[in-house]
């Protein structure tokens, strides 16, 4: 069984730019959560979702980020424009229960 | 609001070292414990879990005691191996979406 894939895996872009995140859930999993470690900090949740719904964004850092789940699959997450604050890694998880499965992470650069 | 604070790395050991990682947590109500183990160029895999008070997870041959008295979950391994060198989270998740709350993770490196 595949588990959470992340594209891309590493990406680098320019302050102001826009820089789209996508996750792939391991298939039947309805809850997928985005998390977020900024460099020798903690990982930090930024919200979750529960098939296509939000359960909970609280820890979205401003309305520069918009996460999506498109049909309760798979999941975007744009920032736009994007700040040199924002690089970092950024984890996608999912769970039918209590069990969180990661991706490998997407990290991102902003020059 | 809940925390985890876990031991600055990072850490270097010879190979079938003991291996003691801290832990200490502050959440409200009965959270339930995690460590996590990111292997390079990996994602983040689950090591062990605890629910409970006094419940003992283990894997691996690593061990990790949910000690409600200290707020503590500290990992150990009695001898570990160069394919253990990795970074180590603490997390603990407590309500109904199970969202996580990480220290900032151990580096372990491994010498043969």
């Known amino acids: 069984e595949a588990g959470v894939t992340q594209f891309p895996s590493h990406s680098v872009i320019e302050k102001g730019q826009t820089v789209t995140l996508r996750c792939d859930p391991i298939s039947g999993h309805d809850n997928l959560y985005w998390y977020r470690r900024v460099m020798g900090k903690e990982i930090k949740f930024l919200l979750h979702f529960v098939k296509e719904s939000k359960q909970d964004e609280s820890g979205m850092p401003n309305n520069r980020f918009l996460a999506e789940r498109t049909g309760g699959t798979y999941s975007t997450l744009k920032v736009q424009p994007a700040e040199l604050e924002d690089s970092g890694v950024y984890f996608c998880a999912s769970s039918q229960g209590p069990i969180q499965y990661f991706g490998a992470g997407t990290r991102l650069s902003v020059l | 609001g809940n925390s985890v604070t876990q031991m600055e790395g990072p850490v270097t050991l010879s190979e079938e070292a003991f291996l003691t990682i801290n832990c200490t947590y502050t959440a409200t109500g009965y959270p339930s414990l995690f460590w996590y183990v990111q292997y390079p160029g990996e994602g983040l895999q689950l090591l062990l879990k605890?629910?409970?008070?006094?419940d003992k997870g283990s894997n691996k041959g690593f061990e990790a005691t949910y000690r409600k008295e200290t707020t503590s979950f500290h990992l150990e391994k009695g001898s570990v191996q160069v394919s253990d060198s990795a970074v180590y989270f603490c997390?603990?998740?407590?309500?109904?979406?199970?969202?996580?709350?990480f220290g900032k993770g151990t580096l372990l490196t491994v010498n043969p």
């Open positions: 605890a629910t409970k008070a006094d």
């Open positions: 997390a603990l998740s407590g309500g109904s979406n199970y969202k996580l709350t």
